[in-house]
């Protein structure tokens, strides 16, 4: 219901898109996340956007690097990002939510889950 994709392999300091596309419930209702994975690392919290787009939220070191916007007339969600270097190599998920703002940080509040892309950053 959630597919990811636009990962790859980039070199430091490019910009890579991810794209989001939902399917399968009302994608417009839920507000929707992006959580990276780095190999041997846990699963964690990268930006939200609420439901209409009208609010973003972002864990603080990714701040001002990272754009997370949505287009409900496409069912789609997308994470623009910049500067991107070696310690951003991961593996990048979608999830769908209804949790309230203090929980979107959270992995387990989120119900719908895309199978994931990858980002490689090389220097």
């Known amino acids: 219901q959630l ?14 898109r991810l794209s989001c596309a939902a399917s399968g419930f ?15 690392k846990e ?4 930006a939200a956007i609420s439901e209409s787009g009208g609010s973003t939220y972002y864990t603080d070191s990714l701040k001002g690097r ?3 916007s949505r287009d409900n007339a496409k069912n789609a969600v997308y994470l623009q990002m910049n500067s991107l270097n070696p310690e951003d190599t991961a593996v990048y ?5 209804r949790t309230v703002i203090t929980g979107l940080q959270n992995r387990n509040n989120y119900r719908y889950w895309g ?3 990858l980002v490689t950053v090389s220097s």
Do not use: H, I, K, N
Request: proline residues 2%.
């Open 115 to 117: 199978q994931g892309t």
């Open 93 to 97: 998920y979608c999830a769908a939510t």
């Open 3 to 16: 597919q990811a994709s636009g990962g790859g392999l980039v070199q430091a300091g490019d910009s890579l």
């Open 26 to 40: 009302t994608f417009s209702t839920y507000r929707m996340g992006w959580f990276r994975q780095a190999p041997g």
């Open 66 to 68: 990272f754009t997370v």
């Open 43 to 46: 699963r964690e919290f990268v």
